[in-house]
């Protein structure tokens, strides 16, 4: 019990940082899906954030997300993999329902073609790398506009939108100019995207600058540090 109340609590204050940013960017807070992201957590907080509201849960690591779906059965969850997908474990992937981390053609291929035969439909984003840095996973632009030309031909899995994770800084407004960036990428792919691809989500923004992301026109915000407490294994959110 002491776990899920302080999981309720810290939920409740993420939530209220989520209303005051959308009310002050003229937003409506149904507009931003809140991804809890439990990497490094044990069922247990699986199970607190169900109980406090929580819906949708982010992992890094494939095979971690799987242990804990089956852990969990009965919970109404829709499960985000927002870590680096080697392209190996594109048939286990597609058990998640949102996988924000496509980051080539061929991954997006392989994606669907598993999804197909296994009678899934994820959701996808592009994982997009506006900075270059060499420690960092995702698509360059010219990239980027090849997956989404590609996701025409895609017939289980649905591109959606794309995904950005920022180089690191402590302060938020550091991000800023990134999520702009990422938003005007989005409007740009978009206005020249095959008919059948939508690009409505904008995955970006975690614990320590989500505001600023929600300022920027974030769908999505993945928070995780916020919500479970500090990590005892490496990886923030």
Do not use: Y
């Not at 507009?31 to 954030?49: D, N, P, Y």
């Not at 600023?212 to 407490?229: D, N, Q, S, Y």
């Amino acid at each position: 019990m002491e776990l899920e109340a302080a999981v309720s609590a810290n939920l409740a204050a993420v939530r209220a940082r989520l209303d005051r940013a959308a009310d002050a960017a003229g937003r409506s807070p149904d507009e931003i899906r809140l991804v809890a992201v439990s990497k490094t957590f044990g069922v247990a907080h699986v199970e607190a954030a169900a109980a406090a509201g929580l819906r949708d849960l982010g992992e890094n690591r494939v095979q971690e997300a799987l242990d804990k779906q089956a852990a969990t059965p009965a919970l109404p969850l829709r499960w985000h993999l927002v870590g680096h997908l080697q392209s190996n474990k594109a048939r286990k992937a597609v058990a998640f329902d949102w996988i924000h981390s496509v980051d080539s053609p061929a991954l997006l291929g392989r994606l669907d073609r598993a999804a197909a035969e296994a009678g899934r439909s994820p959701q996808l984003l592009v994982q997009v790398d506006l900075a270059g840095e060499a420690t960092r996973h995702g698509a360059r632009e010219d990239e980027a506009r090849r997956i989404v030309e590609a996701a025409a031909e895609c017939r289980a899995v649905r591109l959606r939108g794309l995904m950005i994770l920022p180089p690191w800084s402590d302060d938020p407004e550091a991000a800023r100019p990134w999520f702009g960036r990422l938003r005007a990428l989005r409007d740009e792919l978009q206005a020249g995207a095959p008919e059948s691809v939508r690009l409505d989500e904008l995955s970006m923004g975690m614990s320590h600058d989500f505001e600023t992301a929600i300022e920027e026109g974030a769908t999505m915000i993945r928070v995780g540090t916020a919500i479970f407490g500090r990590r005892t294994r490496p990886g923030g959110a």
